[in-house]
Each structure stands twice: as C-alpha cells, then as structure tokens.
C-alpha cells in the first residue's frame, strides 16, 4: 500500500511540475523542398532526449491537396511546415490553430521574418509563424561580363542597366543570351517579376487581398522591361513555353549573362556547377532601389491537435529558432528567419549569402486567401497575362491581357468573398 501511494504520488507530481511532465511525440510534415534542412533539424531537436517530433516528408505538388483531404477526414498532422503563400486559405477554412499568444511572447518576436507574419496572420491573429526561407534575387555570370567588356564585380542596379548589360553580352554571339525569364510559369513570375514591380512604388493586391491591382503603371512598365528584352532576341525563344523546368537550368548552361533566380541557385550553383563564376544582386526597381519576394514556409499547427501536444511542438519551434536551430537550417539550404541571428547562422558560408538574407529581410509576400487560382494555377490570370503580354506584338495587346486579368483576378476574389 505504501509503495502504490507513493508511486502514485510520483506520478500526480509529474503531471502537476512541468519539469516532470512526459515527453511527448507529435507529427509533422514537410514539403519536399524542405528535405535537405528538416530531417537534420529534427534529428537534433530529438537527440535532445524529450520530445520527438515524428517527420513525414510529402512530394511539393501533394501537399496542399494532402492536407486538405487529412483535415477533413481527421487524420491530419498536428504540425506542419507549409508553404507560406497558402496559411490565409487554411486559416480561413478554420483549419489551423491561434498562436499569437505564443508568437507574441517571444523575446526574438520582432527579428523574425515581417513577410511570414504578415502573411501568415489572418483576422488580426496569427496561425503562422516563420519556419524557413527562401528570397529572390538577380543573378549574372562573371566570365559573360568580362567577355563582353564589362565589370564581372558590378551587378546591375536598375533596369536600363539590365538592358545595356543584356545587351553587350548578347552581342557576344555563339548562342550566347542576355538574359532569361521562365515566361510559361507563374509559380517563378511571382517570385522574380514582382519584385521589380514593388521595388518601383507598385502592388499586387491591397486591402489584405481584397482588391487586385495588376493594371498599374508599375505592371505596365515592368512588362514592357522584359517584352523590350524579347523584342531584341536578347531573350531565348523557348522561354516563352518554358513552365518552369529552365528555371534555374538556363542559368546553368553558361550561355545566359543575367536572370532573376531565388537564394536556392547559390547552393546549387555551388555544388553542380562548381567552375561557373557568378555574382548575386538585388532585383531592382525601375531607377533603383530593390525588393525581393520573401518565400519559405510558415510552420502552422492544425486545430484539431491536442493540447497536451502543444509544449512539444512548442519547443520544437523555438529550438528552430535558437541560434543551433537557424544554423542548421542556413547550413542546409534556408535563409535564417531570425534577423538578429542571420549573421551567425550564415558565418562560414557563401557571403553571397548575406545579400540574399537581407533581400529577405526586406522581402514582400502577396497576401490572398485564393493565391493558388490567382497566380499558381497554370490557366489562372496570372501566367495568362504575363505570357500573353511578355510576347505581344503591340502595345494595345499588353494592355488587353492587363484587362483581361485585372478584371478575372477581381471576379475571382469577389466569389472567394
């Protein structure tokens, strides 16, 4: 009787002391673009001996649907690392858990990334916080440059200087081009194209995605930018069918003397291509200036996980966030999400690094609720315009694909309403 009290007593003291409270175990998923950094960052998180987070890493293009589907049989993960530009649809939905009480108590709050929190708050409170990173950046071959006469240590600034360094690398010759853009992918647009419209004073959506604004000088501008590019074959013709798969390869090839790329190119560019000479610069507005989209995945939790979950998955956020936990993740291919421990993360890597984490640093995220039928479907407004516009023979066909897409965008958002 003594022993059963006494364990008995040992067990309601573990309950009741935090510090003796069980460990617990708690899934989570990842996209597969998340596989170089995540298993290693949980297989620290759980070499520390409590808590385990169990990890299930899906294929990119079936996570959404995957989660959406799990949400509503019940069989949906407590946490998940999700692409930052679908939190307001799923907090719309009701599907994901309030954690601004806990953002909020972060001492580090205000150094994390702005653009996840702004995207990932949806009715003034906050279903998703920063996990991993990814900015958009300019990217030019150095051994071009110099072949064509110009400074291999000198990026272009603004968008004239795009056009002129384009220009003197594509009159290089022998299947040599100035420059490249993904002109059939929306997916790559919004992440590289916008920019330079933000970066010049313009918007995508406002009023928290209730309005598109795409017929806009700044669009207007931009579009004429790379259709200029186009029009003096400084641009390869299959970038007009081109949906993604050149993306980065183009680039690669050694042939392209400037394209917008994301912070992921350095890695890649680094191990595959280890004798390409390249440098890393902002995406600029018009006259200067320069922006980035702030890309990555907000860490979100499903409603329905349980509460005695919570100080797990806690845990596992802030240690993603602790000095190890952003060095783990830099090391392995994501920009830091922390501001104030950016440079520590990076220490030892590519300094190229550096530029990308502070194009993140002042990155933009477009906030809609229905970005995936705005920009990412492949029949949507978004990549319609861009590919009708980018090779128009005219200006009044510009201006009719802008229309055309301000006017669906709007209808789409209206109905979503």
């Known amino acids: 009787m003594r022993l059963k009290t006494l364990l008995g007593g040992v067990a309601a003291l573990a309950l009741a002391v935090p510090g003796l409270a069980q460990a617990e175990t708690f899934s989570l998923w990842v996209r597969s673009d998340g596989s170089e950094f995540m298993p ?39 946490a ?32 994390l990334s702005k653009a996840h929190l702004t995207v990932g708050t949806y009715d003034g409170k906050i279903y998703g916080m920063p996990f991993s990173a990814d900015a958009s950046v300019l990217v030019w071959n150095k051994n071009l440059f110099e072949e064509a006469g110009l400074d291999p240590d000198k990026g272009p600034s603004t968008w004239k200087e795009i056009r002129e360094d384009a220009a003197a690398v594509g009159a290089i010759g022998d299947d040599t081009y100035g420059f490249y853009f993904s002109g059939n992918c ?13 970066a010049s004073g313009g918007n995508l959506f406002e009023d928290e995605g209730a309005k598109a ?13 790379y259709r200029g590019m186009v029009k003096d074959g400084l641009v390869p013709a299959g970038s007009q069918t081109d949906a993604g798969s050149n993306f980065f390869a ?15 190119a350095i890695g890649a560019l680094n191990n595959q291509y280890p004798d390409l000479e390249y440098g890393v610069t902002y995406l600029p507005g018009e006259d200067g200036g320069w922006s980035s989209f702030a890309g990555g995945d907000n860490i979100v939790v499903s409603v329905k996980t349980e509460e005695e979950k919570m100080p797990a998955i806690k845990a596992f956020i802030e240690f993603a966030y602790s000095a190890e936990g952003q060095k783990i993740l830099a090391q392995n291919g994501s920009l830091p999400v922390r501001r ?6 990076l ?29 990412n479907s492949r029949n949507g407004p978004w990549v319609t315009m861009l590919n009708k516009a980018f090779y128009a023979d005219s200006a009044e066909e510009v201006q009719d694909a802008i229309d055309e897409a301000q006017n669906e965008m709007q209808s789409i958002i209206d109905s979503s309403r």
């Open 80 to 111: 998940l690392s999700l692409d930052l530009i679908y939190t307001p649809s799923f907090a719309q939905a009701g599907q994901l858990k309030d954690m601004t009480e806990f953002a909020k108590s972060l001492p580090y709050y205000d150094q």
């Open 250 to 264: 183009a680039f690669a090839g050694g042939n392209i003397g400037i394209t917008p790329s994301g912070s992921f």
């Open 40 to 78: 290693t960052l949980v297989e620290a998180f759980n070499a520390k001996g409590k808590d385990k987070a169990e990890l299930q890493i899906v294929p990119v293009n079936e996570l959404v649907q995957k989660y959406a589907i799990a949400a509503a049989g019940g069989s949906e993960p407590d």
């Open 347 to 375: 220490e030892g890597l590519d300094a190229r690094y550096m530029i990308a984490a502070d194009a993140m640093d002042k990155g933009r995220t477009p906030y809609s609720p229905v970005f995936n039928d705005l920009i």
């Open 213 to 225: 604004t795409v017929d806009t000088p700044q669009m207007k501008a931009a579009i004429e930018f």
């Open 186 to 198: 929306g997916g790559c647009n919004i992440f590289t194209f916008t920019p330079l419209i933000w």
């Open 340 to 345: 104030d421990v950016a440079e520590q993360a």
